[in-house]
């Protein structure tokens, strides 16, 4: 076996279990850990992130709201305005 075969096979193989342990890891459940935008491992989410997600969420709820109501479309009109109000 010459000396470049011998590096790919170590590469291949460090690859593999790579592979297999973030295959394994996601199976369990394991949640990989956070790293902030330097790179260095954070606590948990983001808060920003958590109030943007609960932002959209109100919207959807808004937006579910105003399809599923069976007003007429006037006064759907004034309650989108009255939305972007605030």
């Known amino acids: 076996m010459s000396f470049w075969t011998a590096v790919v096979l170590?590469?291949?193989l460090g690859v593999l279990a790579d592979v297999m342990k973030n295959r394994y890891s996601a199976r369990q459940g394991v949640v990989q850990d956070y790293r902030?935008?330097?790179g260095?491992?954070?606590?948990?989410?983001?808060?920003a992130v958590q109030r943007e997600l609960e932002d959209l969420r109100e919207r959807v709820r808004?937006?579910?709201?105003?399809?599923?109501?069976?007003?007429?479309?006037?006064?759907?009109?004034?309650?989108?305005?009255?939305?972007r109000d605030k």
């Open 10 to 12: 170590i590469v291949a």
């Open 36 to 38: 902030g935008p330097d």
């Open 40 to 47: 260095r491992p954070v606590a948990g989410p983001d808060p």
């Open 62 to 83: 808004v937006l579910e709201r105003i399809v599923t109501d069976e007003r007429s479309s006037r006064s759907i009109a004034a309650e989108i305005e009255s939305l």
